[in-house]
């Protein structure tokens, strides 16, 4: 089934989820109702200023980027071009939308002042080193080894997502870094035409965008991108359970992408959950415990390391020696420390074995998420 559409009045239909929309992005955009994307990925011509052919050391030619979709008149021109899209890229995000923009030397400079001049709020710049670059042939120039990418939401004080916790757990619980290392679509992943070459010159790696997704967006969300190309973040945005919107002109590549998109399959709702902030789980006061009888007034805990011990009371307090209070009071007294954790510090014995509250708590969560969960 054919997933291309032509655009249309923002007023005459609802937003097309899930579709590539065929034409200019920028007339494409001006249908597509305000406030209505959670977030825009941008991979813009980068108007390279490229002069003459390029050839390898063994004379074979380098297939650079020259298609008439990157090339622009003038730097006024292009300004122009990115100033036009950038604003309907910003009326169509939610207030607490945001957006990355990928480019090079060429045009990010350019882009990111446009960003600040229509009222984006920038929040990183992310380099994208390429651990296999394309090497500088003549030797006049550094090899130019990295992209860059920049992070901004719709306005200063929006209330952007960042699964932070998520990126860490994706980086072997270390905090991710604003330098990404990844190659360039090789091998099996670098989409090939019927003759053998590239389908598209620039085609961006999928782990790029699996990063992108995972780290600033949540199942459910509308993810828009005005120069889809073969159709990397559909591809990813599918998978990931995100709904998409796509927007190119080029006939060749919307076949490209549709037959590629058709070919994805969404992973299962289990496996989309990601690792989330303690401050964002349902708060659950010890109290509950008691109440449910998960521990009883009057039962002991104790301290892992057998140093201190406390009894339960009915209204869900402890007293321990002549401190009394909550777990959390009662454990940093009898520490002798400013603060304490009571859920991490407290447990209780079952069967000889010392078991956290902690856990307790966890079962008390679960049962709170099905509950809420959609039958």
Known sequence: MRTTETPGRATARALPLDRILAGDCIEVMAGLPDA??????????????????LHRPDNSRVAAVDDAWDQFGSFAAYDAFTRAWLAEARR???????????????????????????????LNDVIWRKSNPMPNFR????????????WASRSEGARYRFNYEALKALNDGVQMRSDWTFPICTGGERLKGADGAKAHPTQKPEALLH?????????????????????????????????????????????VAEARLAKVRRVEDAALAVTTPKRAEPRVPFGQVVERGMLR?????????????????ADGTLIGR???????????????APS????TFWHFRRE????????????????????????
Request: charged share 20%.
């Open 322 to 336: 002549d401190v009394r209070g909550s777990i959390h009071q009662v454990g940093a007294a009898l520490e002798g």
């Open 340 to 343: 304490c954790n009571g859920w």
């Open 211 to 255: 990063r992108v997704l995972v780290g600033t967006t949540e199942p459910g969300d509308v993810v828009l991108d005005p120069f889809f190309g073969t159709g990397t973040t559909g591809a990813m945005a599918k998978m990931l359970g995100r709904h998409w919107i796509g927007i190119e002109r080029e006939a060749g590549y919307i076949a």
């Open 92 to 122: 169509v995000l939610k207030p607490d939308g945001a957006l990355w923009v990928i480019g090079s030397y060429h045009n990010i400079f350019r882009v990111g002042s446009a960003l600040q001049d229509l009222g984006f709020w920038i």
């Open 297 to 313: 007034p009057g039962e002991e805990l104790h301290s892992l390391n057998g140093r201190h011990s406390a009894r339960v009371r």
């Open 352 to 375: 000889g074995a010392l078991i956290p509250i902690d856990l307790l708590r966890q079962q008390i969560r679960a049962e709170m998420e099905a509950e809420t969960r959609p039958s």
């Open 139 to 150: 030797g006049k120039r550094l090899t130019n080894a990295h992209e860059t990418l920049i």
């Open 36 to 53: 209505s994307v959670d977030l825009v990925f941008a991979d813009p011509p980068y108007n390279l200023q490229l002069k003459g052919t």
